[in-house]
């Protein structure tokens, strides 16, 4: 079997295949072997897991899971990539190539289809061009996962990860945490790559939560809230909420929420917790 996490094999297939990274695709491959352990041991991977990969490009990541794991759909947009794909895994009869784009496709009709409805793990080293499209469409699709073992990019990583009143501070973090709990599973350079990308990535493992950390009695609310405390984070959080057009109340009203919930008018977005974003549109949507 050819070692795929081996540049020298890599090079090869690139000679005899013709292949041409695209740049817009995100195609950067991983050459590292080291990460592919540390991939498969923080997914928790085992002979019972069924696995969805996003992007396998070669297939070095592919070839991993399909070691370790029950099933593995692979879902690839790159139509050339996809022969050499085949070629590459030809021996193995775990894996289902899947040539689309994966936030046209329907996950949840995949996993009906293909893992019978049961619970599957992602797994991928994410195009970083759409790594936060594909993580909320996820998220928010409320696909059957269990969890999401994905490579992004280091400074994104550092966003979901990030704490209240600190630079990284978002709405991507509250957004990820609100669905899930992030565990950093470990930190990789440029050299990992071929060919190497300008910036450093992380592999993360998002653990999707059983249950939500606050109560909501509008979900769509409490994101409409987020959005505008931080679509506008330089103002005030009285300023930043009653010029939304998505929060039907004045400012007046805006100062009467604010108080009722013990938070001052004068705060920025960037230092609520999840809590602070729940009391407030729990006191703003039904
Ligand atoms: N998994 C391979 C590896 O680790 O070597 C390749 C990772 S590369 C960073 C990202 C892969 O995602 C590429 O193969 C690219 O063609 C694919 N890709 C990009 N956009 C995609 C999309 N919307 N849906 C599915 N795959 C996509």
């Keep these: 079997m050819k070692n795929l996490a081996s540049p020298k094999v890599i090079k090869e297939i690139l000679e005899e295949s013709g292949f041409k990274f695209s740049k817009s695709l995100g195609q950067n491959f991983l050459i590292d072997e080291s990460v592919l352990d540390k991939m498969i041991a923080g997914s928790g991977i085992d002979e019972n897991t069924n696995v969805i990969e996003i992007g396998p490009g070669f297939g070095t990541l592919t070839q991993r899971l399909c070691m370790n794991a029950k099933k593995v759909v ?26 689309d784009d994966v936030l046209k496709c329907d996950l949840e009709k995949i996993i009906a289809e293909e ?56 709405a991507l973090t509250v957004a990820v945490n609100y669905y899930s709990t992030p565990r950093l599973i470990c930190n990789v350079p440029p050299s990992s790559f071929i060919p190497m990308p300008k910036v450093s990535s992380s592999v993360i493992s998002l653990d999707i939560r059983k249950e939500p950390p606050v109560t ?21 959080l009285l300023n930043a909420l009653s010029n939304s057009s998505a929060i039907p109340l004045s400012k007046d009203e805006v100062l009467k929420v604010l108080t009722g919930c013990g938070i001052d008018e004068k705060r920025r977005g960037e230092t609520l917790s999840l809590e602070d974003f729940a009391n407030i549109s729990n006191m703003i949507f039904s």
Excluded: W
């Design 74 to 99: 692979a879902i690839e947009i790159d139509s050339t990539a996809v022969p050499i794909l085949e070629k590459n895994l030809e021996e193995f009869n775990n894996l289902k190539i899947i040539n």
């Design 115 to 170: 893992f019978g409805g049961e619970n599957i793990k992602i797994v991928a080293n994410l195009p970083y061009y759409i790594t936060t499209p594909i993580i909320m469409h996820i998220l928010e699709s409320r696909v059957k996962t269990d969890s999401l073992c994905i490579m992004i990019q280091k400074e994104v990583a550092q966003r979901i990860a990030a704490k209240p009143s600190t630079k990284d501070y978002g």
């Design 216 to 236: 909501l009695k509008n979900e769509k609310g409490y994101f409409k809230v987020v959005k505008a405390a931080f679509g506008q984070r330089r103002k005030t």
